[in-house]
């Protein structure tokens, strides 16, 4: 993975974004296979916690992510999805 997805990525996520957090995750997922993580990486319990607190916040894409759960399907039909209403 080339260094500036992982710059790119932890940035957008320590502003805010949940979308930077998600692709931090993937990053760190991939990275346990292939042992590519810089250095600084942050640990993916890290990831995972802000991820749940923009879960919980109301960014449903951000449940999903880190766990399927039926709990986080209630929060994506909450949010509007039809589908997540239907697959409950």
């Given at each position: 993975?080339?260094?500036?997805w992982w710059t790119l990525a932890d940035r957008t996520c320590?502003?805010?974004?949940?979308?930077?957090?998600?692709?931090?995750f993937h990053l760190l997922r991939k990275a346990e296979d292939?042992?590519?993580?810089?250095a600084n990486a942050r640990t993916i319990r890290?990831?995972?916690?802000?991820?749940?607190?923009h879960?919980?916040?109301?960014f449903?894409?951000?449940?999903?992510?880190i766990d399927h759960t039926d709990r986080h399907w209630k929060v994506r039909c909450k949010a509007g999805e039809q589908f997540a209403c239907e697959a409950r």
């Open positions: 993975m080339q260094g500036g320590k502003a805010g974004f949940p979308e930077g957090c998600i692709t931090y292939t042992c590519d993580a810089p890290d990831v995972r916690d802000v991820l749940q607190k879960c919980t916040g109301g449903p894409d951000a449940c999903t992510v």
